[in-house]
């Protein structure tokens, strides 16, 4: 693992005698754009150059003309990030990921840098992660005094700051550390440190396993446990945690994911203890919030040390909202720990009229069917290879629910077939057996005997089915689920869930609950992924909150959500 000490150490200031003069105009590689980043740093003297840094800049091509130079340097005065831009079109997003280099746009800096400078007087302004500076260079307009400390493993992407920043005339007060946040020195300031950013989202399987340890061994000194499937910006979390000292404060960007899911545990351990969480904003899954990824948003704000507080947590819908960070329902430190999920907090709670029950008091939520081969398993509903006996209409797509505006399926000629055969084809009758028999030398020559769940099957080829479902829901997307009432019987695969009454109900009953169940369904009742995907597990589905039995019986209005 590298440490600042190492990479720092052996830097010194932009000289003459510095690599890479300027030449040639252009920025289509990153050679380029690292020749005129450090074209524009040089000027300045933004600390020290790093190792790393200089052996880039050694590699680099020419610089770009002066007027370049100068197009540049005004675009980056008039507030534009036109390295960060042109750095996020040269390196393609698989790359990027893995470094969770997604660059925040000026509608979430703008905010979070504004509640930072108000909140109180910092007297040294720390990003972790700083990519091209963005942070910094904002924090820089608003407070003349405070020393800006850019923490970045990305050599390139420090001499993008660097560059930002010297344009800015902040580099006599700015420090670039390029290397690993989670091994950064902090020595003391003169007054309290802020920190601001957006730490990098990068799953575990990118994690060094050596790393891993680190998070583990640093939460246990704080009592806490740490997940080996955590992402690098619960690392960062820690690490702040560790690097601050009482009444130090900030505000970070994450994805919302944390939230919910079991390794997000530390993250909320930390927001709720140590880190000393102020309020949480958490961006709706369907608001786009970064132009180049999708992915979900929260903005957390926090203080270190002081007693135990409550968070203010509030779910809104545009990031003009974000403005002032203020706002929210109130949370008492119990509420948050007892909390296994943290969006079911930001449910609109007050909506829930007291007379409602959970769906799975008198429903059970199943997954539909998984066939382990679905381009063998799912054909058209007239395959001329099988016997009709054999082959039942089924949802295979939660697409095929989306479009249903009335909220009833009633007519399966559009949709596609499960196969669904006998464990004994001796069931069959004698002239569909041959055809049958036929059918299963090609899935087996194909592979499908081998596959996992045929191989966990009785018979690999006997797809079983569950009876049709009454109710259909969709329980993945950037929106709520769909729910439809099954009046055409029909099957589904596991992309949608199936929703059956444990105790028979009227055909009006049913439709009264699946309008009921469509007005129900928030988001904020399932769990949120980093894409913005929100997940309803059939657990989850069962404890949105429905009219009772009785009332869907009854033919009166029931109160709606709010
Ligand atoms: C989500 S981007 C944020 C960049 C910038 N702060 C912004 O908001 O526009 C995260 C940044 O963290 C950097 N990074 C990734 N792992 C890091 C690490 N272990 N230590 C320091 N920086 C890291 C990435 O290179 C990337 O520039």
């Known amino acids: 693992m590298r440490t600042f000490g190492q990479v720092s150490t052996t830097s010194t200031n932009a000289t003459s005698s510095d690599p890479a003069e300027p030449g040639v105009e252009g920025m289509g590689d990153e050679r380029a754009l690292c020749a005129a980043a450090w074209a524009l740093a040089r000027a300045g003297c933004v600390a020290d150059v790093s190792r790393a840094e200089r052996e880039l800049i050694k590699a680099a091509a020419s610089s770009p003309q002066p007027n370049t130079l100068s197009d540049l340097a005004a675009a980056i005065r008039a507030g534009d990030d036109p390295l960060g831009e042109t750095f996020a079109s040269l390196r393609s997003a698989a790359q990027r990921r893995l470094r969770g280099a997604t660059y925040t746009p000026a509608a979430v800096v703008e905010p979070m840098t504004e509640w930072l400078a108000n909140h109180k007087r910092a007297a040294r302004v720390v990003d972790p992660g700083a990519g091209s500076g963005r942070f910094l260079c904002a924090v820089g307009r608003r407070l003349p005094d405070a020393r800006l400390v850019a923490v970045e493993i990305d050599p390139l992407a420090a001499l993008m700051a660097r560059a930002n920043l010297t344009v800015l005339g902040f580099d006599k007060r700015a420090e670039l550390r390029v290397g690993d946040y989670r091994a950064l020195n902090l020595p003391p300031a003169s007054g309290p440190t802020a920190f601001i950013g ?243 030398d090609t899935a087996r020559r194909a592979g499908v005997a081998d596959g996992y769940i045929a191989r966990h099957r009785k018979k690999w080829w006997s797809v079983k089915l569950r009876a049709p479902a009454p109710i259909l829901a969709t329980y993945m997307a950037r929106r709520p689920p769909a729910f439809v009432r099954n009046l055409a019987a029909v099957h589904n695969l596991n992309n949608v869930h199936g929703i059956y009454p444990i105790e028979p109900l009227s055909e009006a009953a049913l439709c009264r609950l699946t309008e009921a169940l469509r007005d129900r369904a928030v988001l904020a009742d399932g769990r949120t992924y980093a894409g913005g995907l929100t997940k309803f597990e059939p657990s989850e589905m069962a404890r949105i909150m429905v009219p009772p039995p009785s009332w869907l019986e009854a033919d009166e209005p029931w109160p709606r959500s709010a």
């Not at 559009?414 to 084809?425: G, M, R």
Request: with cysteine; proline share 5%; charged share 25%.
């Open 198 to 440: 957006n730490p990098p989202y990068v799953r575990h399987h990118d994690i060094d396993p050596a790393w891993k340890t680190w998070l583990r061994e640093r939460a246990a000194d704080l009592n806490l446990k740490a997940s080996a499937l955590a992402g690098l910006h619960v690392h960062f979390l820690l690490a702040t945690v560790h690097l601050a000292r009482p009444g130090d404060f900030g505000a970070f960007v994450t994805s919302s994911e944390w939230l919910d899911v079991g390794y997000g545990q530390l993250a909320r351990d930390l927001v709720a203890g140590p880190l000393g969480g102020l309020s949480l904003h958490v961006l709706d899954a369907r608001t786009q919030v970064f132009a180049d990824a999708a992915t979900t948003a929260t903005v957390t704000a926090f203080e270190v040390g002081g007693p135990e507080r409550t968070i203010r947590v509030r779910r809104i819908n545009r990031v003009e909202e974000l403005r002032g960070l203020a706002g929210g329902r109130r949370c008492s430190p119990e509420e948050l720990r007892r909390e296994r999920r943290w969006s079911t907090l930001l449910a609109p709670q007050a909506s829930i009229p007291g007379d409602f029950v959970a769906l799975g008091d008198f429903c059970r939520v199943h997954r539909g069917v998984a066939t382990g081969a679905n381009a063998t398993w799912v054909t058209s509903q007239n395959d001329p290879r099988l016997p009709a006996s054999v082959l039942y209409p089924a949802v295979t797509k939660a697409l095929e629910l989306f479009g249903m505006a009335s909220g009833v399926l009633a007519d399966s000629s559009d949709l596609k077939a499960l196969v669904s055969l006998p464990e004994d084809l001796d069931d069959l009758a004698a002239a569909d057996r041959g055809l049958v028999e036929r059918f299963l």
